[in-house]
């Protein structure tokens, strides 16, 4: 089974998080998950704000 670390591991990795990752993470999020993932989805919440991490979903509409 697929972990947000994992899912997080691999934007960091990147740079980039495509719209079926963001929508595999919203799954997640709606199950159990303990304080490494909750620790990683915080990292890529930092990343993307600060620009290190780039989101596909925010590309298509403009957004920057």
């Known amino acids: 089974m697929v972990r947000i670390r994992d899912v997080v591991q691999k934007a960091l990795a990147t740079g980039y998080l495509s719209v079926e990752a963001e929508n595999q993470l919203r799954r997640l999020l709606t199950t159990r998950y303990d304080c490494e993932d909750f620790n990683a989805f915080v990292i890529l919440q930092e990343a993307a704000m600060n620009g ?7 590309e298509r509409c403009g957004i920057k």
């Open 52 to 58: 290190r991490v780039k989101q596909e979903s925010r």
